[in-house]
């Protein structure tokens, strides 16, 4: 069965680093996601992103964030100066086609943490 | 700010009964709503959809929507031990990208 898949599975970096996050998302789908999810809290919007460009974001999305496609295949969260409060789990996420009726299908989440 | 409402639990229930989990939300344009389960440590897992008013039955699974009511529900028949889990309520409105999650439902079923 296809599946989205992260890279890597933990990242551990210190303060004010750069992370780049990477996913492989289901390949038909057309509709790619980032949310996060700190410990025991909801999981978070953050991002989408259709036909290379971002579709929408939350404001948790600043300018320390970004994302990419650079390639037929992957998508990545780009983190430019990790602070602490962004230590969470990153979950990467596709759909085939956009909201608001597509279900969305999750990677296995990249769990960060900011030291 | 748009919100979906649940009862963190835990809900606990005995093997063979049925667990029913409950959500509200705020945004009365919604559109489509889900039910996400999430194991301690995985991603959400996808178990149900819904888009109009009324009943929807996949196995053991019903989902509940009262639009009016903002109201959405999640009936587990013959709870099992593996459906210990959270369940996410999961929403999204019209025109947009992102899918607005609660804060989930601890399930407890004992064997």
């Known amino acids: 069965e296809p599946e989205v898949t992260q890279t890597p599975s933990h990242q551990v970096t210190q303060m004010g680093q750069e992370v780049i996050l990477r996913c492989v998302p289901i390949s038909n789908h057309l509709y790619f996601y980032w949310y996060r999810q700190i410990l025991g809290q909801k999981v978070e919007f953050l991002v989408s992103?259709?036909?290379?460009?971002?579709?929408?974001k939350s404001e948790i999305f600043d300018d320390q964030f970004s994302v990419e496609r650079p390639d037929g295949s992957n998508f990545t969260l780009k983190i430019r100066s990790t602070k602490l409060e962004d230590s969470a789990m990153y979950f990467c996420?596709?759909?085939?086609?956009?909201?608001?009726?597509?279900?969305?299908?999750f990677g296995s989440g990249t769990q960060l943490s900011v030291l | 700010q748009k919100e979906v409402e649940q009862n963190s639990g835990p809900l606990s229930v005995p093997e063979g009964a049925i667990a029913s989990l409950n959500c509200t939300y705020s945004?009365?344009?919604?559109?489509?709503f889900f039910w996400y389960r999430q194991y301690s440590g995985k991603s959400p897992e996808l178990i149900m959809s819904?888009?109009?008013?009324g009943d929807k039955e996949d196995g053991r699974f019903t989902a509940q929507l009262n639009k009016a009511s903002q109201y959405v529900s999640l009936l587990i028949r013959d709870s099992q031990p593996s459906d210990s889990a959270t369940y996410l309520c999961a929403v999204t409105g019209t025109g947009g990208f992102k899918t607005i999650f609660g804060a989930g439902t601890r399930l407890f079923v004992k064997a």
């Open positions: 945004d009365r344009v919604s559109q489509s």
């Open positions: 996420a596709s759909s085939e086609w956009g909201q608001p009726n597509e279900k969305l299908f």
């Open positions: 992103f259709y036909n290379n460009e971002i579709s929408e």
């Open positions: 819904i888009y109009s008013n």
